[in-house]
């Protein structure tokens, strides 16, 4: 079974053995799906490892690290209806991609679906599965599961028009919870996200990893979202929430000081959301307090 509907698109930097087994993985899906690889900038031989193991994939260097960016330019490059994202170290399970297009075939206003990641070698279910399942966000009937607020870019497959309308991810929030900025954004032209129980994305988290750094943009980028669209009663008592609850180091304060020296752009950039998407994003903050998953803000 070949399915030319959906092209996947994976963004890595200085990864080339998780890169290189999640391409292997790839390659051998039943649908066959071309696969563009942006490599931001790795030093480790990356470039030279997928154009000898796996020279079908196109690969785009630009020459250095633009994060979430990095997918922005690969859907340039994207011809199928359909884009689905997924990390150097995450692989899509056979039949996935295939459920995806089928549900994005079946309903013309639903934007993204996210599937169900299974976080390997143990085969355990993400804990942010739980909230994706029981997501507080109401949606119209046809929807074929949850209503989601957001989406894990990792794990989700796009509407390719869609994506490239809502103007793709932020180029100032580069990486850790870039995701909702978009999705707000999807969400506020009229497009649904859904989450959909059958489908199943593979993640095997790497080691290479700057966890300190992700969490200080995530918060920062948290920050960000809150003032470009959440009206002001929201964005005060999110902001407040924050200060709170997230550690007490000097990461967490270099977020709040990066995100404040930008508020210049933010409030030329501010576009409050319409209110029925503000409604979903109020009833899933409160559900994400309660919640037992890892986040990048916390």
């Given at each position: 079974m070949?399915?030319?509907?959906?092209?996947?698109?994976?963004?890595t930097h200085n990864r080339r053995d998780e890169l290189l087994r999640t391409l292997d993985r790839l390659a051998e899906l039943p649908e066959r799906p071309a696969v563009i690889v942006t490599d931001n900038g790795s030093t480790d031989g990356t470039s030279a490892a997928v154009a000898r193991h796996h020279p079908r994939v196109l690969l785009l260097?630009?020459?250095?690290?633009?994060?979430?960016?990095?997918?922005?330019l690969a859907v340039r490059r994207v011809r199928t209806p359909y884009v689905a994202f997924c990390d150097d170290d995450s692989w899509w399970a056979p039949g996935a991609l295939a459920g995806a297009a089928d549900l994005l075939?079946?309903?013309?206003?639903?934007?993204?679906?996210?599937?169900?990641?299974?976080?390997?070698?143990?085969?355990t279910e993400d804990p942010i599965v739980e909230e994706l399942r029981n997501s507080?966000?109401?949606?119209?009937?046809?929807?074929?599961?949850?209503?989601?607020g957001s989406f894990l870019a990792a794990a989700t497959v796009l509407r390719t028009d869609a994506f490239r309308r809502a103007g793709g991810f932020h180029p100032r929030l580069w990486l850790g919870?870039?995701?909702?900025?978009?999705?707000a954004d999807l969400a506020a032209d009229g497009w649904w996200l859904t989450y959909a129980e059958k489908l199943t994305i593979h993640h095997q988290p790497s080691e290479v990893r700057d966890s300190t750094r992700r969490r200080r943009d995530g918060i920062r980028n948290t920050l960000w979202f809150t003032w470009l669209r959440r009206p002001l009663g929201p964005a005060l008592r999110r902001t407040a929430h924050l200060a709170r609850t997230v550690p007490r180091d000097t990461a967490s304060l270099?977020?709040?000081?990066?995100?404040a020296g930008a508020l210049p752009?933010?409030?030329?950039?501010?576009r409050v959301l319409p209110p029925q998407v503000e409604d979903g994003l109020?009833?899933?903050?409160?559900?994400?307090?309660?919640?037992?998953?890892?986040?990048?803000?916390?």
């Open positions: 070949t399915d030319p509907r959906t092209t996947v698109v994976v963004i260097r630009p020459g250095r690290n633009l994060g979430a960016v990095g997918r922005n075939d079946r309903h013309a206003a639903l934007g993204a679906v996210t599937a169900r990641i299974v976080v390997e070698p143990d085969g507080p966000v109401p949606g119209p009937r046809w929807l074929p599961g949850p209503a989601l919870g870039e995701e909702e900025l978009l999705a270099r977020a709040f000081a990066e995100a752009w933010v409030l030329r950039e501010r109020r009833l899933l903050e409160e559900s994400q307090r309660r919640s037992k998953a890892r986040r990048y803000t916390g």
